[in-house]
């Protein structure tokens, strides 16, 4: 008889969510890409992206929340990363006119040390992606380091009472945060708490998570 290690499967899943890799990273693409279709919307309502602003994604996936951003900022520009190659593959598929253009610009890097300037950015986008940074810090303070003054950061995560019925959810591939803890990071960064707010969210399938903006003064 076959023995078949579920526990295998499910450390590979969290592996590939961390960093998507070959054929299977680009499945996994496709289906974030349906997942995290409302809370984009949630964090790009909440992140208030002017026509003039220049806007940094980390994490952006198969890239489908580029073209929303792009639309936003008509007049400004867009700048996003993600660890990923085959997630930047993608991305430049489905973003080709806007890269084109010079509206926008794809990196595949890591997040810490960003290769931008000290107040480069207006606005910062974190969708489902806190859960890969660093322990250290390093991650979220190039994210403080790299807005601007007066610039504001959005952050959407599944809270971690939903994340921890999640069988992929390993302590070797992701951090998982209730909204206070994502809160004492964002301050560690050098955030102040009273710039920082919360919205509690309720997803279909009863899944919660919530939604931070932060202002950097």
Not at 96 to 101: A, E, G, N, P
Not at 106 to 134: C, G, M, T, W
């Amino acid at each position: 008889m076959m023995f078949v290690n579920i526990h295998g499967i499910w450390s590979a899943a969290g592996r590939q969510l961390r960093r998507p890799e070959g054929v299977l990273g680009q499945w996994i693409g496709r289906i974030m890409t349906i997942v995290n279709r409302q809370p984009y919307k949630l964090a790009i309502k909440a992140l208030d992206v002017d026509a003039s602003h220049r806007v940094l994604e980390l994490g952006f996936g198969a890239g489908h929340s580029l073209p929303a951003l792009c639309r936003l900022a008509q007049k400004g520009k867009v700048f996003a990363v993600d660890h990923s190659e085959a997630m930047l593959a993608m991305a430049r598929r489905e973003n080709r006119k806007y890269i084109i253009s010079g509206q926008l610009e794809l990196h595949a890097q890591r997040f810490s040390p960003l290769k931008f300037e000290d107040n480069s950015f207006d606005r910062i986008l974190l969708v489902n992606v806190i859960y890969f940074f660093d322990h250290a810090g390093h991650d979220v303070a190039e994210c403080h380091r790299v807005l601007r003054l007066g610039g504001r950061i959005a952050i959407y995560a599944t809270d971690k009472e939903t994340m921890r019925r999640w069988p992929f959810c390993e302590d070797g591939t992701h951090r998982i945060f209730g909204s206070a803890e994502a809160v004492e990071m964002l301050v560690g960064a050098g955030f102040q708490k009273s710039d920082i707010g919360v919205e509690q969210v309720v997803l279909p399938l009863g899944i919660r998570g919530f939604v931070l903006t932060a202002v950097k003064h």
